[in-house]
């Protein structure tokens, strides 16, 4: 009842809202990631898809194109891990340590790496559709190229990532700290923008057509060639962004400021 009446309330009703509220309260009728409940106790030397992992040790191991399919990583040290081309599909990895991790071209859907240490990971070119990233540590990571469709980076710590021509459609950026992050060409459309900060951000050519970018900070961003017809701009900040050839044709609650710089 309490969630049916948050998504019912002014303008965050929209279609896949109520998708987006599921996902920040984890209220999927699915799981997004496996239970350690019945998984076997898996081998560090050789770990394997659907084994309980979270003994291990795996930082600085040559694992490229591993599958680890459904695991259960969580608090495990994969700093500095090889693991390009790797399978973490609806692995969880809560917790886990995956400092300047390589990770490009990884699948990795509906995998929960929730309050995970993502500092300065490369996933550049993975395909990350409904993962979760709540809270974790993304400081100057990588993830260009990807594909995270309706994927929940809500309070994650995303300050100097890169995330050029990437797809987020549908995905949920729920109070991110977004500062200086590099998003050019990258595709927005139906996301959920709230209380997100991106100051200073290049969002040159993004793509928010109908998103939700309501309550968050976009001062100083550069904004040349963004698209947001039909997003809902309500009490954003737009003071000093760049606004050349931005299109907020059909948006809808510009804030007063905003329509002042557009004259």
Same mark, same amino acid.
């Given at each position: 009842?309490?969630?049916?009446k948050?998504?019912?309330?002014g303008?965050?009703f929209?279609p ?7 996902a920040?309260?984890?209220?999927w009728g699915w799981?997004p990631?496996?239970v350690?409940a ?14 309980d992992l979270r003994?291990?040790d ?6 490229a ?5 459904g695991?259960?990583?969580d608090?495990?040290n994969?700093s500095?891990a090889?693991m390009?081309g *790797?399978?973490?599909t609806? /692995?969880?990895?809560? %917790? +886990? &340590? =995956?400092?300047?991790?390589? #990770?490009v071209? *990884?699948?990795a859907?509906? /995998?929960?790496f929730? %309050? +995970? &240490? =993502?500092f300065?990971v490369? #996933?550049?070119g993975?395909?990350l559709?409904? /993962?979760?990233?709540v %809270?974790a540590n993304?400081?100057?990571?990588? #993830?260009n190229?990807v594909k995270a469709r309706e /994927? ?7 300050k ?10 549908g995905a949920?950026f729920?109070?991110?700290?977004m500062h ?8 927005f459309r139906?996301?959920l923008v ?7 951000a290049?969002l040159?050519?993004a793509?928010?057509e109908g998103a ?6 976009l001062n100083?961003?550069?904004l040349?060639g963004?698209r947001?017809n039909g997003?809902?701009l309500a ?9 050349e050839e931005t ?8 804030p007063p400021?905003?329509?002042?710089m557009?004259?």
């Amino acid at each position: 009842m309490v969630i049916l009446k948050f998504v019912t309330r002014g303008a965050f009703f929209r279609p896949g809202t109520l998708v987006w509220v599921l996902a920040l309260f984890g209220c999927w009728g699915w799981s997004p990631a496996v239970v350690a409940a019945g998984l076997p106790k898996g081998d560090c030397a050789a770990p394997a898809s659907f084994t309980d992992l979270r003994h291990c040790d795996l930082s600085g191991r040559d694992l490229a194109g591993i599958e680890l399919r459904g695991s259960r990583l969580d608090g495990v040290n994969l700093s500095n891990a090889k693991m390009p081309g *790797c399978d973490l599909t609806g /692995a969880s990895l809560k %917790g +886990a &340590d =995956l400092k300047w991790a390589n #990770l490009v071209e *990884c699948r990795a859907p509906l /995998a929960d790496f929730s %309050g +995970a &240490d =993502l500092f300065h990971v490369t #996933l550049d070119g993975a395909v990350l559709d409904h /993962a979760r990233f709540v %809270g974790a540590n993304m400081f100057g990571a990588n #993830l260009n190229e990807v594909k995270a469709r309706e /994927a929940n980076f809500s309070s994650a710590y995303m300050k100097d990532i890169a995330m050029e021509e990437s797809d987020f459609r549908g995905a949920l950026f729920w109070e991110s700290f977004m500062h200086r992050a590099v998003a050019i060409g990258s595709d927005f459309r139906d996301a959920l923008v709230h209380s997100a900060t991106l100051t200073g951000a290049s969002l040159e050519e993004a793509r928010f057509e109908g998103a939700d970018v309501t309550h968050s900070l976009l001062n100083g961003a550069h904004l040349a060639g963004a698209r947001f017809n039909g997003a809902d701009l309500a009490d954003s900040r737009f003071v000093n962004a760049g606004l050349e050839e931005t299109d907020f044709s059909a948006a809808i609650n510009l804030p007063p400021h905003l329509l002042e710089m557009l004259r």
